[in-house]
C-alpha cells in the first residue's frame, strides 16, 4: 500500500526501510513510499535530467506517484510536450523500469527479512512527509 509521498526523486533514499509493516495496521502486508509526481508540472520537474543525473550518480530508485489525468493531456488530446520530451529523455538512459509490484518483490527478496516499523522510524518519515507537503505548497500552490 502506498503511503508517505515525497519530493526527492530518490524514493530509496528518503525510505530506505521500504516495504515495511506497521503493526498498527494488521490489513496491509506492506507499505512503501514514492516520489510524488502527481501533476504534470511536478512529474516534469521530479524528473527533470538534473535529478536523473543525480538518480543515477547515487545508484537510487524511483518509485513515482502520479495522475495522468491532472493536465498531461488537453482537452484536444495532444499529449503534454513537456511530459513527452522528459519520458523521451527518461527511456534513452540505461535503468530498470518496471511495474511498483516487481520492484518492491525485489527489495523485498534483497534486504533484511524483518520488515516491521518502529516508532522512530515512522515519525521520521512523517516530519519529512510534512516538510515536503509545506514546500509542495509554496512552489505548487497545492
Not at 4 to 20: E, G, W
Not at 24 to 29: I, Q, S
Amino acid at each position: 500500500m502506498r503511503n508517505f509521498t515525497f519530493n526527492d526523486i530518490n524514493t530509496l533514499a528518503v525510505d530506505p526501510r521500504m516495504p515495511y509493516v506497521d503493526k498498527r495496521k494488521p490489513y496491509v502486508n506492506y507499505w512503501f513510499s514514492s516520489s510524488d509526481g502527481h501533476t504534470v508540472r511536478e512529474f516534469t520537474d521530479l524528473i527533470h535530467p538534473d535529478n536523473v543525473d543525480r538518480l543515477q550518480r547515487d545508484g537510487g530508485l524511483c518509485i513515482v506517484y502520479t495522475h495522468f489525468a491532472s493536465d498531461f493531456v488537453d482537452d484536444d488530446g495532444k499529449v503534454d510536450e513537456r511530459f513527452a520530451d522528459r519520458v523521451r529523455c527518461l527511456s534513452a538512459r540505461p535503468g530498470w523500469f518496471a511495474p511498483v509490484g516487481e520492484v518492491l518483490d525485489y527489495i523485498l527478496a534483497s534486504g533484511p527479512s524483518e520488515r516491521t516499523i518502529g516508532y522512530w522510524s515512522q515519525l521520521r518519515l512523517e516530519l519529512l512527509w510534512m516538510r515536503d507537503r509545506i514546500a509542495k505548497r509554496f512552489k505548487y500552490g497545492r
